[in-house]
């Protein structure tokens, strides 16, 4: 069962109540974060990393391909891997993890793996408010942070195992694999999307960014082409100035995704036009 004796550190002065939240990263970034000690946001805009403090408790969720029965290929599923406690906040302009690109760094302390991977569907059956809402457990993971109960945080925990250093299902993690598509391919795919999307919601002016890349990622699986929402997720980011569309932000952090301008800075925007 999880140890949570390990988050004795009080709360950060001041912010007096702890706070908990799931931290979602790629997997290929979980042996250096060990070795580190330390987590961070991969996007140097990002605003919820800003948001953590000393004596905040994280959980690492992240992709991994798991083996299927009856000599099956490995899919790629969502797991809960690791828990940690912010030990310190620093603000840094050089990576300390390999994927940290925002100034600020999270120090843990107590950084602990459960022994299994915690997989999403079976997390789906402990009844949390994470997933209140959700048509799919995935929609509530398209997200780097995000805060969560207390009591979720506890439910996610209690029934594992934790073990200091990575466990052996992390040690040989393939790099997530490029997209099959051409860019080409990828915009028409795109533009095919938003059409879709047009026919079937012919009174709303915009979409969230997220649920479109959803429902291209549905569309491509329906097609029995594969899809995944990470991959197509860094291809738009890529890929967003070419297509065409009109994207727009929002003050809510948690619609906020990363797309990349024609010079290739970074901005945070939230909504894709269907006009």
């Not at 912010?86 to 390999?98: K, S």
């Not at 934790?162 to 795919?189: A, C, M, N």
């Amino acid at each position: 069962m999880g140890d949570l004796t390990l988050f004795d550190q009080p709360p950060s002065a001041d912010r007096p109540e702890r706070r908990y939240w799931v931290h979602r990263l790629e997997a290929t970034a979980l042996q250096p974060v060990a070795l580190r000690k330390s987590i961070g946001s991969r996007s140097k805009r990002a605003r919820l990393v800003r948001e953590l403090r000393p004596g905040d408790a994280v959980v690492l969720a992240t992709g991994l391909l798991v083996p299927q029965e009856r000599g099956l290929p490995p899919t790629r599923r969502i797991a809960f891997v690791a828990i940690g406690q912010v030990e310190e906040v620093e603000e840094h302009p050089h990576p300390i993890a390999g994927y940290d690109q925002h100034r600020t760094k999270l120090r843990l302390r107590g950084l602990r793996f459960f022994d299994k991977p915690f997989l999403l569907e079976d997390a789906g059956q402990l009844g949390l408010q994470l997933f209140a809402g959700k048509k799919k457990l995935s929609d509530a993971m398209d997200f780097e942070y995000r805060a969560v109960s207390e009591d979720d945080f506890r439910r996610l925990v209690h029934s594992q195992t934790l073990v200091e250093g990575v466990p052996q299902y992390l040690t040989h993690v393939e790099p997530r694999r490029k997209s099959p598509f051409t860019d080409q391919q990828l915009l028409e795919i795109f533009r095919l999307t938003r059409d879709m999307l047009r026919v079937a919601m012919p009174r709303r002016p915009q979409v969230e960014i997220k649920a479109f890349l959803r429902a291209a990622a549905g569309f491509i699986e329906g097609a029995g082409l594969g899809g995944h929402y990470d991959s197509l997720y860094q291809d738009y980011r890529r890929l967003a100035c070419q297509t065409g569309f009109r994207h727009s932000p929002s003050r809510e952090p948690d619609l906020q995704v990363e797309l990349l301008e024609p010079n290739g800075s970074p901005r945070q925007l939230a909504y894709v036009s269907l006009r």
